[in-house]
Nanobody, 117 residues
């Protein structure tokens, strides 16, 4: 599965952004997809994940502000980010898992999000 992210950029605190991740395979057939982020000097962390059945989970730091969704007709994963904070600044990666548990198998190249105060 090839994953291509888009939608990153430079915004101000309080603004919104929507990240997209186009998959080369039918997203309906992918058990699990997620968004990760990695800030400079920090480890990569899971931001949000969604299963093929639509179940979602979020990092505590983004609950109520970010929404993950998938459009299976377009084979695209989204991350709607509202009320952005400077601490959301990071490289954001899309990932896909061939199983419902365990590590993710496929990764995109990343898209940069910078939030200025």
């Amino acid at each position: 599965v090839q994953l291509v992210e888009s939608g990153g950029g430079l915004v101000q605190a309080g603004d919104s952004l929507r990240l997209s991740c186009a998959a080369s395979r039918r997203t309906l057939s992918i058990p699990r997809m997620g968004w990760f982020r990695q800030a400079p000097g920090k480890e990569r962390e899971l931001v949000a994940a969604i299963t093929s059945g639509g179940s979602t989970n979020y990092a505590d730091s983004v609950k109520g502000r970010f929404t993950i969704s998938r459009d299976n007709a377009k084979n695209t994963l989204y991350l709607q980010m509202n009320s952005l904070k400077p601490e959301d600044t990071a490289d954001y990666y899309c990932a896909a898992g061939g199983r419902f548990v365990g590590p993710y198998d496929y990764w995109g190249q990343g898209t940069q999000v910078t939030v200025s105060s």
